[in-house]
């Protein structure tokens, strides 16, 4: 089936550890995002990509980073910098950067231990 | 520059009530508007999109209408069920500029239908 795989689904990090959360997309989108959730503050951009080998900063890239070096992978790193990065993670595409319908993954729940 | 503000939560219903959400937007130029729905647990689903104003989106008994004069894209149903719980979005899509490609969305209103 089509569609946007996220993983993995929970992850546990202990502070001051590098993770990185993957996101794979089998839509052949050209435009990527990755989302971050926290309670009551609805989603918030880190970074997108809108073609391969190029991509953006979002509102809260600070401790993150991501790489696109294939069309289908839009992985996302959450470095040590990043001062609270306990929330759910959202990655989505779209068929180009303005196709209209955006979809999303399940998402990826990081906690910090 | 954009966005979304839409109606604080959470929203409490009985079932077969009417249901609207509301959602206004700040835009340059002419967005794409969306709702988008969320379960427990889960990423977010399409429920509906318009593209231009006056277009109205619908699915699953809700509907929303692209107002440009109003700046609004307000949610509604006419008779909601149990299984409508769930995080409602509205979301706007930049489709010039330098935000090109970028989503911009609401903080969420949380809707619970009680039988």
């Known amino acids: 089936d089509g569609g946007i795989t996220q993983s993995p689904k929970y992850l546990f990090r202990k502070e001051g550890q590098n993770v990185t959360l993957s996101c794979e997309q089998n839509?052949?989108?050209?435009?990527m995002y990755w989302y971050r959730q926290d309670p009551g503050q609805g989603l918030r951009l880190i970074y997108y990509?809108?073609?391969?080998?190029?991509?953006q900063k979002g509102d809260i890239a600070e401790g993150y980073s991501v790489s696109r070096e294939k069309k289908e992978s839009f992985p996302l790193t959450v470095t040590s910098a990043q001062k609270n990065p306990t929330a759910f993670y959202l990655c989505a595409s779209r068929v180009t950067a303005t196709g209209n319908t955006i979809y999303f993954g399940e998402g990826s729940w990081l906690t910090v231990v | 520059g954009n966005s979304v503000t839409q109606m604080e939560g959470p929203v409490t219903l009985s079932e077969e009530a009417f249901l609207t959400i509301n959602c206004t937007y700040t835009?340059?130029?002419?967005?794409?508007l969306f709702w988008y729905v969320q379960y427990p647990g889960e990423g977010l689903q399409l429920l509906l999109k318009a593209t231009k104003a006056d277009d109205k989106g619908s699915n699953k008994g809700f509907e929303a209408t692209y107002r440009k004069e109003t700046t609004s894209f307000h949610l509604e149903k006419g008779s909601v069920q149990v299984s409508d719980s769930a995080v409602y979005f509205c979301?706007?899509?930049?489709?010039?500029?330098?935000?090109?490609?970028?989503?911009?969305f609401g903080r969420g209103t949380q809707l619970t239908v009680w039988p």
């Open positions: 979301a706007l899509s930049d489709n010039r500029g330098s935000t090109l490609g970028r989503l911009y």
């Open positions: 839509l052949n989108h050209d435009a």
């Open positions: 990509s809108q073609i391969v080998n190029d991509f």
């Open positions: 835009a340059t130029g002419y967005p794409s």
